[in-house]
T-cell receptor
Framework: QKEVEQNSGPLSVPEGAIASLNCTYS??????FFWYRQYSGKSPELIMSIYSNGDKEDGRFTAQLNKASQYVSLLIRDSQPSDSATYLC???????????FGTGTRLQVFP | KAGVTQTPRYLIKTRGQQVTLSCSPISGHRSVSWYQQTPGQGLQFLFEYFSETQRNKGNFPGRFSGRQFSNSRSEMNVSTLELGDSALYLC????????????FGDGTRLSIL
């Protein structure tokens, strides 16, 4: 079992729709959770961080965390073609900056 | 505020050589982590430094080493290069409290011939 699992996709959604990206993790002591966006040929860019159960919203992005189910998700509202990228879920324990990454979900937003 | 700076951006080496990569963190950040990204394995953690001390190490052979200087800048060294070391090497910095958000540099693309 991989430590952090994501569906590789591609996830295709029409422009203006909601894109839903999911991630599960195996280490119950994980305390920090991040979503990164990576365009082809570029480095990962941090878009959301979440530490407590529930929802956290930032503009068109909402991160959701459920520690009991070991599940974290990212919702992108009003998806734009510029959102087309690979989205990486990263999980880390407390008091360390070691992150375990999923393999990423490729999102395609078509006009 | 300047971001994380990695040099060089591209490197071409041959098997058996060694290489040193450099990373300057965001001003004020004290923690630097290194990752290797390959198409087959994705992003894998190499090591993490805080206040010149290695705080964590990933599952990589001893050919991979690193260090951090008093100004928080970090270097990563790979000795006796192998073809499989071809990858994008990414450095990330954070404030250093552990578990905080990390910001990545543009990476160094290493190709082994």
């Amino acid at each position: 079992q991989k430590e952090v699992e994501q569906n590789s996709g591609p996830l295709s959604v029409p422009e203006g729709a909601i894109a839903s990206l999911n991630c599960t993790y195996s280490d119950r002591v994980s305390q920090s959770f991040f979503w990164y966006r990576q365009y082809s040929g570029k480095s990962p860019e941090l878009i959301m961080s979440i530490y407590s159960n529930g929802d956290k919203e930032d503009g068109r992005f909402t991160a959701q965390l459920n520690k009991a189910s070991q599940y974290v998700s990212l919702l992108i509202r009003d998806s734009q073609p510029s959102d087309s990228a690979t989205y990486l879920c990263a999980v880390g324990p407390r008091n360390t900056d070691k992150l375990i990454f999923g393999t990423g979900t490729r999102l395609q937003v078509f006009p | 505020k300047a971001g994380v700076t990695q040099t060089p951006r591209y490197l071409i080496k041959t098997r058996g050589q060694q290489v040193t990569l450099s990373c300057s963190p965001i001003s004020g950040h004290r923690s630097v982590s290194w990752y290797q990204q390959t198409p087959g394995q994705g992003l894998q953690f190499l090591f993490e430094y805080f206040s010149e001390t290695q705080r964590n190490k990933g599952n990589f052979p001893g050919r991979f080493s690193g260090r951090q200087f008093s100004n928080s800048r970090s270097e990563m060294n790979v000795s006796t290069l192998e073809l499989g070391d071809s990858a994008l090497y990414l450095c990330a910095s954070s404030a250093g409290q552990g578990g905080g958000p990390q910001h990545f540099g543009d990476g160094t693309r290493l190709s082994i011939l």
